[in-house]
T-cell receptor
Framework: AQSVTQLGSHVSVSEGALVLLRCNYS??????LFWYVQYPNQGLQLLLK??????LVKGINGFEAEFKKSETSFHLTKPSAHMSDAAEYFC???????????FGAGTRLFVKA | DTEVTQTPKHLVMGMTNKKSLKCEQH?????MYWYKQKAKKPPELMFV???????INESVPSRFSPECPNSSLLNLHLHALQPEDSALYLC?????????????FGEGSRLTVL
């Protein structure tokens, strides 16, 4: 069985500040981990993914995430927030094949000027 | 630009209407999905087609009827819907079996049931 917990339904940061969105997972098989972003009235877009290999994963728009097996975490970070980063972010886990991707509840990121 | 195209972007229908949502992808993916997303919630899986065959139905009411005419197309037929069915309906595709499970989403069809 797999599950995802995103800590904080809302996160607010100032423009230029560090963005940290937290995600913890559980999985009975080696997990594939994803962060998706959703802008208002749009579909979900892949930010980054962890499959195997390097545990620090870089994605689009300056985001990165680190897979920590010992902590069962996959937190998303960005050194400097931009107004355009305001969106909903979903952490997700899959056992592969895409059949059953489990999404976290989502974290809404607000960026203040 | 999204490689999964959904039409229409917006749909308003009455509870007695019959309508369809359409989804098309040209990435050669052989798995296609319908998700339902309510406001401020994550997507909920409805149906999965693998190699044009229905492989997962997440106990969705029969007023939703999926169809996969070929490997590039996915339809969702709607009939006798309820106001609580109003939501964003997302189509996605992926490579089935042995892949990481990365999903490619369309921009969604916003459905309002009156």
């Amino acid at each position: 069985a797999q599950s995802v917990t995103q800590l904080g339904s809302h996160v607010s940061v100032s423009e230029g500040a560090l963005v940290l969105l937290r995600c913890n997972y559980s999985s009975s098989v080696p997990p594939y981990l994803f962060w998706y972003v959703q802008y208002p009235n749009q579909g979900l877009q892949l930010l980054l993914k962890y499959t195997t290999g390097a545990t620090l994963v870089k994605g689009i728009n300056g985001f990165e995430a680190e897979f920590k097996k010992s902590e069962t975490s996959f937190h998303l970070t960005k050194p400097s927030a931009h107004m355009s980063d305001a969106a909903e972010y979903f952490c997700a886990v899959s056992g592969g094949g895409g059949f059953k991707t489990i999404f976290g509840a989502g974290t809404r990121l607000f960026v203040k000027a | 630009d999204t490689e999964v195209t959904q039409t229409p972007k917006h749909l308003v229908m009455g509870m007695t209407n019959k309508k369809s949502l359409k989804c098309e992808q040209h990435m050669g993916h052989r798995a296609m999905y319908w998700y339902k997303q309510k406001a401020k919630k994550p997507p909920e899986l409805m149906f999965v087609y693998s190699y044009e065959k229905l492989s997962i139905n997440e106990s969705v009411p029969s007023r939703f009827s999926p169809e996969c005419p070929n490997s590039s197309l996915l339809n969702l037929h709607l009939h006798a819907l309820q106001p609580e069915d109003s939501a964003l309906y997302l189509c996605a595709s992926s490579q089935p079996g042995g892949d990481t499970g990365e999903l490619f989403f369309g921009e969604g069809s916003r459905l309002t049931v009156l």
